[in-house]
Every structure is written in structure tokens, then in C-alpha cells.
């Protein structure tokens, strides 16, 4: 695709625009041309917005290229900073919007060599790895942010190998030492097998055992809660420290702006929530940074074996790894009718566990804060419903607030 650079406008504006769907689709067709193709469908896959920052939408498209059919990832992205070199960037009434096919992410210049199965079987001889072919998953995709493909290898030794995570290269080094220093502290975090830093690829040991939100669905044993305050704990005395301030991870503040566009009859009530969930103070120690269920891999027995996705690991506030625990346990059981009740009855426990360490007050104004980050994650992933998501999730963190009433944290 040849570049063009129209002028932007995102100049007055606090938060990104959000393009209408017949701009979307407009400019996912003007791409798509210039490439040598014609867009034949596409359909909303998910949105990802970063507050006062940028907004990313991914299609699933159908193209037709010399002839042939292709399922293929496109995405459309507005962003309040300039684009990286080599974006290809169009104009919607006057905005600035970058489109990308997946792998193509110009945020992210290792994407492409990380679900190549011929660069990573490089990267396989060169860490002394089993020869074999290698079988590739990607796991997860976040437009600009991140990508985490799975590495398997077939053969007379077979398995999973390692992950590969895909960051914006300054990320990607900031991000290993990171696995460094919660490694020396003896967290059980994924091994570092490697780091890419030109291209922002992290290879890291693939871990077994299920997460705790899988360990929920099975029935199968979980941590007692005094575990989960004894890791965090750990975090706390680690001397971790990052590039980023997890604080501002959990700032539901930064969330006002989209859930007034989604819910713009309860904006001011949004905003009085934020502020009230932002109203924390506490001692500055190591934290994971993004602490739920997904993250905590188990033994047979429920011991914690592992702690996934340390990359906003650094010095914050205990107590929003603790709230944001407990949000998404309940939010778990409320995802699946058939635990709910286990769910919610392992959260009161740890919510009772951690609230001796931290103060139930201080707790529920944490809880509150992540019920508003996942009241935006109900958005981004589209699913039937997600309206209501986003209403309850709301109502989640006013209830706990209202349980706080003004006194301070």
C-alpha cells in the first residue's frame, strides 16, 4: 500500500473519534483497493479504546484478491499522537485514520515474524530447541499493544513450547526485565527464554496447569484466599519497577469519557463514581498491575504454579490487584450461570481475606474501579448484550460505593 497523509483533526477533542460504521466500511474498501483487492464483506469483530489516547476496530473481512477469496483481520485506528512510520493513513472528514491488515500492525514490527512457522523454527534453532515443525496459535490480539502467539512443536518431541509475545519494541525490553526481577524474587513467573528487542518479540516458557477462572468451571480445587493475599505479598516485597505506573492502569477515571458516549444518560453519575472508586491513598509497593483469574495457573491441588502477564508489573497500590481480583472472580461467575454461585461465594472470601490487610473501605473503592474498567471490556468485546453488561456493571460499582458512603480511603 502506497502512504497518504491527510491532515488530522483531532485537535479540541478529549477523547478519540469514533468513526460511524459507513466510514468504516469506506475506508476499509479505499484500503483495500489500494492493496489490489475489493473488499466483498465485513463485520465487526471487536473495539479497542485507549482513554484520551486512541480507539482501534477490528473487522473480519472478506477480500477478493486476483480472483481468490481471503478471510483476513483489518483494522481501522484513530490515535491523539502521530502514526509510526510506514502507516498507511487515510482521511475520514478530516481525520486521520490508519488502516492495517493483520499481521501488518505498524505498531508491532515482529507480528509478522511471529506467526511465520519458518522465523520462529529460526528462533527455535538458535535457543537449542527439539527439531521439528512448529504448529502456531495467536492467542491473543490487541491492535498497537500486543500479540501472544503460542508455539508448538510437532514431532517425536512434541508439546508446548514457549509464547511469544509481540510488544512495541521500547516495551518488549522494558518487559523482560521486568520477567528478570520477579524471577530473582522467586515469583513463579514464566521463564525468559529470549528477547527480540529490534522487533519487540518476548519469548517466554509456556506453563501447564489451568487458571483459577478455569479451575472454577471444572469444579476442580482453587487457592485458599489467604494464598492470593500471601502472593500479593510477595509482589509487594519484590522491589519490581516498571515503565509504567499500574496506578494509572487503574484510574477508572480514565474510563469516564467512552461510558458517557455509551451511557450518556448516566455521565454525570459516571463521573461521580470515578471519582469516588479514584479516591485511594496506600503505601507504594510491587504489584502484578492487572490481577484476575486468567492470570494464576494451579496445581492439581489449587497451588498457585504460575503468574501470567507481568508486563504492568511495578510499584502501585496493593489494594487495586486486590479489588480487581475480586471484580473479575464475580464477573466470572456472572459469564457462566453454572458457577455463579461458587464464584461469587470464592470472592466474599477473598474479599474478606484481603480486606484484613488493606481495609474493607479502601477494598471496595478498588472493586469499584475495576467493575468500571470491565464495564468498558463489555464494550470492546461486541458480544449480544453487551449494553447491559456495561449498565450492570455500573450498578456493581455503585452499590459498592454507596456501601463506602464518603468516608475517605
Given amino acids: 500500500m502506497s502512504e497518504q497523509t491527510p491532515p488530522r483533526s483531532t485537535a479540541g477533542h478529549r477523547e478519540p473519534v469514533v468513526l460511524s460504521p459507513p466510514q468504516e466500511r469506506s475506508l476499509l474498501s479505499t484500503a483495500t483497493r489500494a492493496a489490489g483487492g475489493r473488499l466483498i464483506s465485513a463485520r465487526l469483530r471487536s473495539v479497542h479504546h485507549r482513554p484520551q489516547r486512541s480507539r482501534s476496530v477490528v473487522h473480519e473481512a472478506t477480500l477478493e484478491v486476483e480472483g481468490q477469496r481471503r478471510e483476513v483481520l483489518l483494522v481501522t485506528h484513530v490515535d491523539m499522537r502521530s502514526f509510526p512510520d ?150 509487594a516485597g519484590s522491589g519490581v519497577r516498571g515503565s509504567r505506573d499500574p496506578r494509572a492502569f487503574a484510574d477508572p477515571v480514565r474510563h469516564v ?60 497500590y496493593l489494594v487495586h490487584d486486590a479489588g480487581n481480583l475480586i471484580a473479575h472472580l464475580e464477573a466470572t461467575g456472572d459469564l457462566d450461570g453454572s458457577i455463579t454461585t461458587a464464584a461469587h461465594a470464592y470472592a466474599g472470601g477473598v474479599q474478606a481475606a484481603y480486606a484484613e490487610v488493606v481495609g474493607a473501605d479502601p477494598l471496595a473503592r478498588a472493586t469499584a474501579a475495576s467493575w468500571i474498567g470491565l464495564a468498558t471490556s463489555a464494550h470492546r468485546a461486541q458480544e449480544p448484550g453487551w449494553r447491559q453488561q456495561v449498565e450492570d456493571r455500573i450498578d456493581r460499582a455503585a452499590q459498592l460505593l454507596g456501601q463506602v458512603g464518603t468516608r475517605g480511603g
Avoid at 508439546?159 to 521486568?178: D, E, I, N
Avoid at 461510558?259 to 503505601?283: G, H, K, W, Y
Fill in 257 to 316: 469519557g467512552l461510558l458517557a458516549d455509551l451511557l450518556p444518560a448516566r455521565a454525570a453519575e459516571i463521573a461521580v463514581l470515578a471519582a469516588e472508586a479514584a479516591d485511594l491513598s496506600a503505601p507504594l509497593v510491587g504489584v502484578h498491575g492487572d490481577l484476575h483469574p486468567g492470570q494464576l495457573l494451579l496445581g492439581p491441588d489449587g497451588a498457585i504454579t504460575g503468574v501470567l502477564d507481568v508486563d504492568g508489573s511495578g510499584r502501585g
Fill in 86 to 235: 510506514g502507516a498507511f493513513v487515510l482521511a475520514a472528514d478530516g481525520v486521520a485514520v490508519a488502516v492495517w491488515r493483520f499481521p501488518f500492525d505498524p505498531y508491532l514490527p515482529g507480528l509478522p515474524s511471529a506467526i511465520s512457522p519458518e522465523r520462529v523454527r529460526e528462533l527455535l534453532d538458535q535457543l537449542g530447541a527439539a527439531p521439528g515443525p512448529v504448529t502456531l496459535r495467536t492467542r491473543a490480539y490487541r491492535p498497537t499493544r500486543r500479540a501472544v502467539v503460542e508455539v508448538r512443536l510437532d514431532g517425536p518431541v512434541s508439546g508446548r513450547l514457549l509464547y511469544c509475545k509481540v510488544l512495541p519494541p521500547p516495551r518488549a525490553r522494558s518487559v523482560a526485565r521486568r520477567h528478570r526481577q520477579l524471577a530473582a524474587a522467586g515469583l513463579p513467573v514464566p521463564r525468559l527464554i529470549g528477547v527480540a528487542e529490534e522487533q519487540g518479540i518476548v519469548a517466554l516458557e509456556a506453563l501447564g496447569g489451568p487458571t483459577i477462572a478455569e479451575a472454577l468451571r471444572a469444579r476442580a480445587p482453587v487457592p485458599e484466599p489467604d494464598a492470593l493475599v500471601a502472593l500479593s505479598q510477595r509482589f
